[in-house]
């Protein structure tokens, strides 16, 4: 599926579910998220010069 960007986000999620099974995955998710979640609080705290524009809870970060 190399034409399709959103195929290979969709085939690459599949693939990960079968290896590593749904609690897995979602063990895999939380611990991201919890990290991205810390890197954005880290950054608001340690360097107030750039804004963080990643409002929403995934594991972008957006900065300014």
């Known amino acids: 599926m190399a034409?399709?960007?959103?195929g290979n986000t969709i085939?690459?999620?599949w693939a990960a579910?079968?290896?590593?099974?749904q609690a897995?995955?979602?063990?895999?998710?939380k611990?991201?998220?919890t990290a991205c979640s810390e890197?954005?609080?880290a950054i608001r705290t340690e360097v107030?010069?750039?804004i963080v524009a990643t409002r929403d809870n995934s594991c972008v970060?957006?900065?300014?």
Not at 3 to 6: D, K, W
Not at 24 to 29: C, D, M, P, T, V
């Open 3 to 6: 034409g399709s960007r959103p």
């Open 11 to 13: 085939v690459g999620t």
């Open 17 to 21: 579910l079968l290896k590593i099974g």
């Open 24 to 29: 897995g995955y979602i063990e895999n998710a």
């Open 31 to 33: 611990v991201i998220l």
């Open 39 to 41: 890197l954005k609080k």
């Open 48 to 50: 107030p010069e750039l």
């Open 61 to 64: 970060v957006s900065l300014i």
